[in-house]
């Protein structure tokens, strides 16, 4: 069976236009990590690391199983994830800025529909023999629905993204719908650590409802 890629075979979920659009997303699984401060700080790096370590424990194993689960396919893992908000009381700083260190935020990789959370637990447990760190004490299996969303593909520096949200509140509006929360998702298409701020890819996404 051939290999599942989800840049050619989601691209409405992961490659969106750059220009808004209204979008339903279903639920998927994921492996997750949450935590708080500012993503430039150096602490940051290790969340992304204890996540991919698990995403490829996952991967391999898998792969190496016998039997297989029902449905198995081999597949390129997931691109990294994170649903963003501001501690309470943080918002609205001076001229619309944040304090990144006030930022929350839950870090995750999706998962194969295929995966159960049984063997999950059994990767966790062989990561933190084989790669131990103290942060996969805080990694949980969850299935995650967005539901009814705006969503684009914002190109360039993470700081210039209140741009890219201003179109897309309009967008709503224009369309009958308001922000549920102020929280969003990103999904980094580009890997931050190899690629130059202007040309980062990182699919800006928000939960919507109608307008009452």
């Excluded at 999706?110 to 805080?138: A, G, I, V, Y």
């Excluded at 369309?175 to 929280?183: A, K, L, M, Q």
Aim: glycine share 6%; charged share 30%; net charge neutral.
């Amino acid at each position: 069976m051939k290999k599942h890629e989800w840049k050619r075979s989601e691209k409405e979920i992961y490659l969106p236009k750059t220009e808004p659009q209204l979008i339903a997303v279903p639920e998927f699984k994921f492996v997750t990590l949450e935590g708080e401060g500012n993503p430039n700080s150096p602490f940051f790096s290790d969340y992304v690391s204890v996540l991919y370590s698990m995403a490829y424990a996952i991967k391999m194993n898998l792969k190496k199983s016998d039997p297989k689960p029902e449905d198995y396919n081999d597949y390129t893992v997931y691109p990294l994830e994170g649903i963003w908000d501001l501690k309470s009381g943080a918002k609205g700083g001076p001229g619309g800025s944040i304090n990144k260190d006030e930022l929350v935020f839950k870090l995750m990789i999706r998962q194969p529909n295929f995966l159960e959370e049984s063997f999950f637990d059994k990767m966790l447990e062989l990561t933190k023999k084989k790669k131990p760190h103290q942060l996969l004490d805080n990694v949980r299996f969850e299935r995650i629905s967005d539901g009814v969303c705006i969503q684009m593909m914002h190109i360039g520096s993470y700081d210039d993204e209140p741009e890219s949200f201003t179109k897309m509140e309009a967008f709503a509006s224009e369309n009958g719908f308001i922000r549920v929360s102020e929280d969003h998702r990103e999904i980094y298409i580009s890997d931050f650590r190899k690629v130059a701020p202007e040309k980062l890819k990182t699919v800006l996404r928000f939960k919507v409802k109608p307008k009452s």
